[in-house]
């Protein structure tokens, strides 16, 4: 046995100042870019989460180009920001021009704090926000 799985979605909900808020992940690789387009549509904003461990790559940017391009209103996150090799700043270089979290998903306050500032620069409309994971 042995091995791993990716799964192809994570779904969540939270109230954030009285906004139901529907998240919804998918893993960053490539091969699960028709769950993003099927998700994407007709979302409110999204959030890019990225490991301040990992440079960012082809693929990261990737993602970052496409919501940009959209006009989506989007996130950066920079998750892992406390562990041993992070470049929160190199990341936040690279992935200029949004608004930018260090966040930890260890911490739950500090990461919820960030998805309530996000969501409230958001326009009301369907009451859900996207998440890639990279």
Do not use: W
Not at 36 to 56: K, Y
């Amino acid at each position: 046995m042995g091995g791993s799985t990716t799964i192809a979605l994570d779904f969540g909900k939270v109230e954030v100042n009285g906004r139901h808020v529907y998240l919804f992940g998918t893993p960053g690789q490539e091969r699960f870019e028709f769950a993003r387009q099927i998700i994407g549509t007709g979302m409110d904003g999204a959030i890019l989460l990225t490991d301040a461990t990992s440079p960012v790559d082809e693929f990261v940017r990737h993602l970052y180009d496409s919501l940009a391009g959209e006009n989506i209103p989007f996130v950066v996150m920079i998750n892992k920001c406390e562990e041993a090799g992070a470049q929160p700043d190199l990341i936040r270089k690279h992935l200029a021009g949004a608004p930018v979290h260090t966040i930890s998903a260890k911490d739950y306050r500090k990461a919820f704090d960030a998805l309530c500032t996000f969501v409230a620069t958001l326009p009301m409309g369907h009451g859900y926000v996207h998440h890639d994971l990279s």
